[in-house]
């Protein structure tokens, strides 16, 4: 099966639909044409849910802040340094993302090539997280 999505990852209280853009199937053909009466397909849909990311944040010259990991939900988030230099540099990195999937697999049934389709039956469906949460702890900005 293969899928498709152009959109942004979705934060938090957002959801990506991925489209399918081919499903497996077997048909019945006209003999001598290049007609197909009938296609059984096996269908997926996928669903992102968003949720925050983390990363690392890190800032150099000052006496507060040596390198923290911060969830990011899609709001202004603000970090209180004190400065021991002339410069503070910020860094980002070691991002991590990990949103909800839900999937959901059905049949299809197709009339002459793609002309009327209908899903006939949804027979498996799971939520959840599609990876381990990182191994260490989150901390959010307050």
Known sequence: MIHEATGPAPMPGE?????????????????????????LEVCEDLSLQGVPFNTRVTA?????LASRYI?????????????????????????WWVPDISAGIYLQLVFLGSFLSFPLRRFLSSAGPSWPSRPHSHTPIL
């Open 71 to 95: 969830d990011f939900d899609g709001s202004s988030k603000t970090l209180n340094l004190t400065p021991d230099s002339l410069s503070v540099n910020l860094a980002f990195d070691d991002f």
């Open 60 to 64: 150099k010259g000052n006496t507060t």
């Open 15 to 39: 959801t990506l639909d991925i489209e399918e853009s081919a499903c497996p199937g077997i048909g019945i053909e006209i003999p001598e044409t290049p007609i197909e009466l009938l296609t």
